[in-house]
Structures are given as C-alpha cells and as structure tokens.
C-alpha cells in the first residue's frame, strides 16, 4: 500500500482549498455534547498540517444515518464547536456542504482557517456517489485529501467521487493506518501469526479463507473456536456452534494445510453450565466438555501455546477476543494473550497489528492497547481489509 499519494506530496498549499474526508460520527449526549474526542483529535495531525501550510481546509463528514434527509438532531453544528475546543482554534460551520452556503463559508474564512461542513449523509447522492452532487462539491476546492480510513470501505462521494475529480492525497491519519497494514499482511516480516476470535465463522468466512494464504499460523479463538472443534468431531455441549458450517471449517483447514498455514485451536477451555457472571466454572481439555456445560474461554494451557506462537512470529495481526471478555473470570484468556502480546511488542520483538470494535475493547480491558504496534478502530474497513478485498477510498489514493 506504500504506492499512494500522501499530502506531503502536495506543493504550494498556501494558495489551496483543501477538502479533507474525517471520521467525526462521534457519540454525543442527549444535550448534544460531545462525550468522546478521541476521532476529532485523530483529524489533528492532518487539519494542523495543512493549515499551518496556508491553506484552507474544509472538513467534509457524515453523522449518524440520516439517509438522505436533513435531520436537526443529526446535525454537526456541536461537533464544529467542540473540535474548535481540540484545536484550540476557530472552526467555522456551514448549514450546507455544497453551494452556495459552503462557498460562503469558505470565503470567509482566511487561508490556514478551518471550517466543517454539514453532514454530507443529508444529501441523498452521498451514499449512492453520485456525480451530480461529486461535480457540485468539487467546485469547492483544490485538492482532495481523505484521512477517514474507517469510511474508505464505501464508495461515497465523500470518500471515492471526490477523489476522481480533484488531485487526491491521504491525510496523516490514513498514512498511519495504510502504512500500518501494508507491514501486517502487504510484506510483513514473517513468520506472520494471525489470531481471529469473535462469536460467529459465518460473519467471517472471507476473512479466514484468506488469512489462510497469508498467514504462516492461524489462531482462532472466541465462539467460532467451538465450531472448528466440533468439524474436528469434539462435543461442545450447549456452546455457541454454527453445526451447518462444520464442512466449511474443514474446507478452510484443508486450504490452509495446503498453502503451509497451520490452524491453532484451542486445547483446553473454560466452561459453564450458564453464561453468567462469575458464574461455577473448571476448565477442561476440548474432549471432556459435557452436553449441558459451553464453552465460554480457552484455557491456560491454550494461552501458553498460543504465546510460544507469539515467540516464533515476527509480525503479528489480531482481530477478536479469545472468549466471552465482556463478563468474568471468561475474559482472562484474551488479557493474558494480549498482554504476551504487548510485552513481546515493548522488547522490539514483533509488530502486532490489531482491529475491529470488539479487539479494541478486549485490549482496553486488559491495558495493553497503548503498547500494541497499531491498533485500528476501523471496524467494518479493517475487516474487508483482512478479507482482501479492495477498499474504494483507498484505491482512488493509489498513484497511476
């Protein structure tokens, strides 16, 4: 991914109107309140960058799904506010993100100013890219930057039309994310271990089939573990198991005997007879689990094994947790993993790239997300990432 265009490619900013894609769907309270900065002071690096060059930036970004529809309460007047607070700068806001009303607020504004522009979700042609609307917006500037990774999985005319229409570049945060997965999975230093936990194989059946090309080992933890153990033909008692994809999960280990990858599962649990806090648990070898128990947590000797993975792996990408974290004592096989991870990630020895919504919380909860390599909060992009699938909003950044 280290063939794209990048905004320190761009010269003489200082006469530019810089359009700049952000991920500013932050949560907000029943007051309108901002209650987490932590996407607006993502856009940081990128909206400092360029106005501190001369130009004049106007941030373009979606809120909620209005689809289509101008919405009050989904309006990004708070947000303006409370970024102006994060950059410790005026941020201007334009009711409107094309026309008139944008063009207004852009002239008013003095090179290296700032304004956002209204929820681009409110116009109809934004989630269907529509040229119309891509035609109109571009008028308002000189160049396009997108620093929204977590978008760059939709072809919106925020995220892709823009970027056929002006000279488009990735913003710093962007950088960081495509450098980032370029190491993980472009041309990582192998051997490469992947570790993929989560509830469900059917929500991941892309992304497993070509890890198993990829990867040089594969962990799979989490309720989609259960599933490989009954292909295997283990009892998993009452556990989560989606029993119809048992064929599915011999095929992909079929796959990955073939390309070299081998599949590490777990070889002894935690289980319960009821999903519940604290609940009355022992921990078990796979083919001890009774039909009223399920399985809610690999156990120590998993972990251990799955550590020694860690100490022969160079590079190391993560997504999903190792069991049901979210409740004790079946979240210590994803905090004792992690922080093997981490503390493997301070001594120099491996990069360890993690993503997805649950693994950003999983490595929260066990205090490590600091000393991972990267940790991407980019969801649903950093999944098809994993699943190889190209991402619109990045291959319109591709240099030609």
């Not at 400092?48 to 289509?68: E, I, S, T």
């Not at 303006?80 to 009711?95: C, H, I, K, T």
């Not at 989560?240 to 011999?250: A, P, W, Y």
């Not at 990069?351 to 980019?378: E, I, K, R």
Request: charged letters at 25%; a negative charge; glycine letters at 8%.
């Amino acid at each position: 991914m280290s063939d794209f265009r990048r905004i320190e490619d761009v010269e003489d900013l200082a006469l530019k109107t810089a359009l700049v894609r952000v991920d500013f769907n932050v949560p907000v309270n029943e007051a309108g309140e901002v209650t987490d900065d932590t996407r607006l002071r993502a856009a940081l690096p990128t909206v400092q960058y360029l106005a501190n060059k001369g130009a004049k930036v106007a941030l373009l970004a979606h809120f909620g799904r209005p689809k289509g529809e101008v919405k009050p309460e989904l309006n990004l007047k708070p947000v303006a506010e409370a970024f102006a607070g994060v950059l410790g700068a005026p941020v201007a806001f334009a009711s409107d993100c094309v026309g008139e009303v944008a063009s207004n607020a852009l002239a008013s504004i003095q090179q290296g100013g700032v304004v956002l522009l209204e929820n681009t979700r409110f116009k109809p042609g934004e989630t269907k890219n529509d040229d119309t609307l891509a035609d109109e917006m571009a008028k308002l500037g000189d160049i396009y930057v997108n620093d929204a990774f977590s978008a760059a999985h939709r072809a919106h005319v925020s995220t892709e039309g823009l970027a056929r229409r002006l000279p488009a570049y990735a913003g710093k945060s962007m950088e960081r994310e495509l450098d980032a997965l370029e190491a993980a999975l472009g041309s990582p230093e192998r051997p490469v271990l992947a570790v993929v936990g989560g509830a469900k194989v059917s929500s991941k059946i892309d992304l497993l089939k070509n890890l198993v090309s990829k990867v040089d080992a594969l962990a799979i933890g989490g309720g989609m573990a259960n599933t490989f153990l009954a292909a295997r033909g283990h009892s998993v008692g009452k556990s989560l198991c989606e029993h119809d994809l048992t064929d599915t999960c011999r095929e992909i280990e079929k796959n990955a005997a073939a390309a070299g990858c081998d599949i590490i599962l777990p070889q002894d649990v935690v289980v319960a007879k009821e999903f519940a806090a604290n609940a009355d648990h022992r921990i078990c070898s796979t083919g001890e689990v009774a039909d009223n128990e399920m399985i809610l947590d690999a156990g120590p000797e998993s972990v251990g094994i799955l550590a020694i993975a860690m100490d022969a792996a160079k590079t190391l990408v993560w997504n999903g947790p190792l069991g049901a974290f979210e409740t004790t004592p079946f979240d210590k096989a994803t905090v004792e993993a992690a922080r093997a991870a981490a503390s493997r990630c301070r001594d120099g020895n491996l990069t360890a790239v993690a993503g997805g919504g649950d693994t950003v919380a999983a490595l929260n909860h066990a205090g490590v997300a600091s000393d991972f390599t990267f940790v991407s909060t980019a969801g649903g992009a950093f999944l098809e990432w994993m699943e190889g699938k190209p991402l619109p909003g990045v291959e319109a950044l591709k240099k030609s």
